[in-house]
């Protein structure tokens, strides 16, 4: 498939995981893209994989003048912006919410929402200029149909991402924008391996753990999240505009509380 030839791409938090998976295949489907990372070393290490079709940036998605340089880059050096993956954002450090400093608070919101929002701003006007395109937002599982203890930050952050998707697909339609916000279970990346070390067999346990309890039996694979944003930002997703999708092998179908037996879980 050769969906995205002669597009461009722009994907915020591109310097690994889901983002660099989605990179990878927008560029295997002919798109150039633009890499925009807070973490350059990481960037520039996953451009320099793709190569020529590839320009690594650094931009925080908390900062305005980072954002529009960002759009500014893909439109210099590829002369316009189609589609945009605003991808970025952190996890949070699991504190109850009693014990939870305001200034966590911020930072995680900071970046899962207001730099979603500061994305967009940046976006749209050169979305507009290129006669229209796709916008992908990153939400989660864990917004609206789940959520973690020690996560209210991320939760609320996620959650709200959802409501500015569907605000924003109405708004851009007339401007032939489609905006769609997708929602992740427990996909496996070094931000959801909670357990704070690189031992590959702890690696290896507590995404077993997971697999064990999800209907279609494995921890989704970052390429999933990747071919589903190509589908999304795609023309065979032209009819497609103010949706969420969730992507989660079903792991939010049956929850914990309606069904806390072991041997209930099918
Ligand atoms: N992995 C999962 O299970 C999962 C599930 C649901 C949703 N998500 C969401 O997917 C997105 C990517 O997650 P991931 O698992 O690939 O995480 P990751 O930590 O592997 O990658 C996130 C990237 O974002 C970058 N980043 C962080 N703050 C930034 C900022 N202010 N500006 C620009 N870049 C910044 C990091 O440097 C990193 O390269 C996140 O928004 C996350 O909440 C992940």
């Known amino acids: 498939m050769n969906r995205f030839e002669n597009k461009v791409v722009l994907i915020t938090g591109s310097g690994g995981g889901l983002g660099k998976a989605s990179a990878l295949r927008f560029v295997e489907e002919g798109a150039r893209v633009v890499i925009a990372d807070i973490d350059l070393e990481s960037a520039e290490a996953v451009a320099d994989e793709i190569g020529s079709q590839a320009k690594a940036i650094k931009a925080d998605v908390t900062s305005i003048d980072d954002c529009k340089a960002m759009v500014q880059t893909a439109q210099d050096i590829y002369g316009q912006l189609n589609v945009v993956f605003a991808n970025a954002g952190v996890g949070g450090n699991k504190t109850e919410f009693v014990d939870m400093s305001i200034e966590e608070w911020d930072r995680v919101v900071d970046v ?6 500061l994305t967009c701003k940046a976006s749209v006007p050169a979305l507009i200029e290129a006669g229209g395109g796709a916008l992908v937002l990153m939400g989660s599982s864990t917004g609206g149909w789940d959520t973690i203890l020690g996560s209210g930050p991320y939760m609320t952050s996620k959650e709200a991402v959802k409501a500015m998707g569907r605000n924003l697909a109405l708004e851009l339609g007339r401007y032939n924008i489609r ?9 496996q990346t070094q931000l959801s391996f909670r357990q704070g070390d690189q031992d590959r067999d702890a690696w290896k346990h507590f995404f077993g753990k997971f697999s064990d309890r999800i209907p279609l039996r494995r921890v989704g694979q970052p390429e999933d999240v990747a071919a589903t944003v190509a589908f999304l930002s795609s023309d065979d997703a032209r009819h497609i505009t103010g949706s969420t999708l969730l992507i989660d092998g079903g792991q939010t179908l049956q ?5 806390p037996d072991e041997e209930t879980y099918p």
């Open 112 to 117: 899962n929402l207001r730099g979603m929002m």
């Open 179 to 187: 905006v769609n916000v997708i929602c992740p279970g427990i996909i």
């Open 255 to 259: 929850s914990w509380s309606n069904s």
